[in-house]
């Protein structure tokens, strides 16, 4: 595979030089700017390796180089070495940006190729001025992959699926109408895969564990049109579209309808390609940049998804506490590895009403696997379990009512003290965060440190957010709102779901992380206006065995006894007999 990596590092340069480009950025996006994309677009992994969520990789005539995050600092080291590309460690001091590193590579003069389908209008404008002060053009051109990549996935032509208004609480029309309101253009283009499936209230299954599909909405004051592959609308969907005043069109007709439009233009340049952009300009039309209307008011879930929520909550704990229940057993019996027990939550899970897929590949990191952040295991990297030592297991589902999302840290048998107190701060950072009451319309900025404050007092901290958005049957990660260090202003309302998910790694050694979903709920109305709480959806329990409790504080100890009330009084009348007695011996108080 790494032979193949520097063979098509050169077929690239080669490409660079018949083309007149000094240098090609490939992000790892798609035309919709997706956290999660089709293997059609994957062109970042077809050249690099790289086969994480979030990297960039430039190569040039002579260099090349990937740039990634703290979650895959040490899964990328692995897949790069003994390629021609050097890993970047983003928010690492000392790491040049992809500019710097470019004024560094080229000379004034030198011309750099960016896909504009694939890059957004931001990052191409951004790119521009930076690249500006070291005389570096930036130019739209045609993609090397699209030449080079001979056996490039096709895109899917998986049928669209409608989602009952039960679940969604809102009809189609009264969402687009809803989202006219708020228009400040006489055209509104929408990109991003999520926001159309929840326009819409369709799902598909385009993108692995994402159930959306490839396609673009155009939203004017009189109508609204929806290009999508034909062949994955059904009659029973056309019509139903027709019926909410949808117009479908074919996918590949978007670029030739642009061209014909003759009013402003609303974009969210943090999300639309750069394409849109540039054939709207070459008509003189007047690009109107907003931010999504769509996200915030996606983000505050209805009754109706709420409800959803919570149903594929107990759900998805019934099935984990069948996999708790079998695991530690299981380990002592020996042959377990990281990927059979993957498989059998997935089969656990699979088994309850409403199941569609998982929301995201399961991470099960065993000992010092547990301290790569977003690690997978494959066949190569796939170890045994065996009755000591941690396992860190993040992972959810896909129900038609809802998004799970859940991480346990386990102990499958004797621990360090260094375990047991790395497990016992990152707890103790969940249930600060789990307790907060704070002021609606405070940003999860605000609240971060009640996540990091007891780390932080050790000199311990991890670089990774606290929390995201969950959707409703859609892409498990989802803003506008997030918690993390770095500034975050979309503010927290009722309504919005929110993951709670501190986590202390330890290179070599091991990696805990606790992470319930959690919804934002009323707490109270008085002088000071209203304030909000955070309500665990997560039916789970808390492994127990690793606490030092002599380092818990006596408010933590009472919340971590109700949570497993609550979750023992909600499991418990649909579980056997033996799982309710497991599960009551689990959640028995401190």
């Known amino acids: 595979m790494k032979e193949q990596i520097t063979q098509r590092v050169e077929a690239v340069r080669q490409y660079l030089r018949d083309n007149d480009l000094h240098a090609f950025i490939f992000p790892s996006t798609d035309p919709h700017c997706g956290e999660y994309i089709p293997d059609h677009w994957k062109t970042r992994q077809w050249v690099s390796g790289f086969d994480g969520s979030a990297g960039t990789a430039v190569v040039t005539l002579d260099d090349a180089a990937l740039w990634t995050d703290s979650r895959y600092f040490l899964a990328a080291e692995e897949q790069l070495e003994d390629t021609p590309f050097t890993l970047m460690k983003q928010g690492v001091e000392g790491t040049p940006t992809i500019d710097e590193w470019l004024g560094r590579c080229l000379d004034e003069g030198c011309v750099v190729g960016i896909d504009p389908w694939v890059n957004t209008i931001d990052s191409v404008n951004t790119l521009e001025a930076e690249l500006m002060h070291f005389g570096i053009e930036v130019k739209s051109a045609d993609n090397p992959a699209d030449e080079l990549w001979k056996d490039r996935p096709a895109l899917s032509g998986a049928p669209i699926e409608i989602q009952p208004l039960e679940l969604c609480g809102l009809s189609a029309h009264d969402k687009i109408e809803l ?45 609204c049109h929806l290009y999508v592959e ?21 996918y590949s007709q978007f670029k030739e309808d642009l061209q014909e439009i003759e009013s402003d233009v609303q974009l969210n340049p943090a999300t639309a390609n750069y394409a849109i952009y540039d054939i709207t300009s070459e008509m003189f039309i007047d690009f109107v940049a907003s931010p999504s209307i769509i996200a915030p008011l996606k983000a505050v879930k209805t009754e109706a998804e709420i409800t959803g929520m919570r149903n594929a909550m107990l759900r998805d704990g019934v099935a984990m506490v069948r996999f708790l229940k079998w695991l530690n057993p299981a380990v002592e019996a020996g042959g377990e590895t990281e ?145 993390r260090m770095n500034y975050m202003p979309a503010p927290l309302v009722a309504g919005m779901t929110v993951t709670n998910e501190p986590g202390i790694y330890r290179a070599g050694k091991h990696g805990v992380r606790i992470e319930n979903t959690m919804l934002i709920t009323h707490y109270c109305q008085g002088e000071y206006g209203e304030f ?14 690793p606490i030092n409790l002599h380092e818990m504080q006596q408010d933590e100890i009472v919340y971590l006894n109700w949570y497993h009330q609550h979750v023992y009084d909600t499991l418990s009348p649909h579980l056997t007999p033996d799982e309710a007695a497991w599960l009551k011996e689990a959640c028995k108080p401190l």
């Open 179 to 223: 989202v006219r309101s708020k228009m400040t253009a006489e055209v509104l283009v929408i990109t991003q895969l999520d926001e159309i499936a929840w326009l819409l209230n369709l799902r598909g299954s385009d993108v692995h564990c994402n159930p959306v599909f490839v396609s673009y909405v155009v939203i004017t004051a009189e109508e």
């Open 230 to 250: 034909l062949r994955k609308v059904s009659p029973k969907v056309a019509k139903y579209l027709e019926a909410e005043g949808v117009d479908v069109r074919p």
């Open 339 to 483: 990927m059979s027990i993957d498989r059998r939550l997935t089969t656990l899970r699979a088994a309850q009403d409403k199941y569609r897929d998982i929301s995201f590949d399961t991470i099960a990191g065993y000992a010092h696997h547990g301290a790569i952040v977003h690690y997978e295991a494959t066949p190569e990297t796939d170890i045994e379990l065996e009755p000591r030592g941690l396992l860190l297991l993040d992972s959810g589902a896909q129900y038609q009512d809802g998004t799970t999302d859940i991480t346990r840290t386990i102990a499958l048998g004797e621990l360090t003290e260094e375990e047991r107190h790395d497990y016992t701060l990152v707890l103790r950072g969940h249930i600060r965060l789990a307790m907060v009451k704070f002021p609606s319309g405070s940003s999860g900025t605000q609240l971060d440190v009640c996540a990091r404050y007891a780390m932080w007092q050790e000199g311990i901290n991890y670089l990774h957010g606290t929390g995201h958005g969950v959707g409703s049957y859609l892409n498990v990660h989802e803003g506008p709102h997030q918690i």
């Open 532 to 545: 909000l709480q955070l309500e665990p959806l997560t039916l789970c329990p808390i492994d127990t065995a």
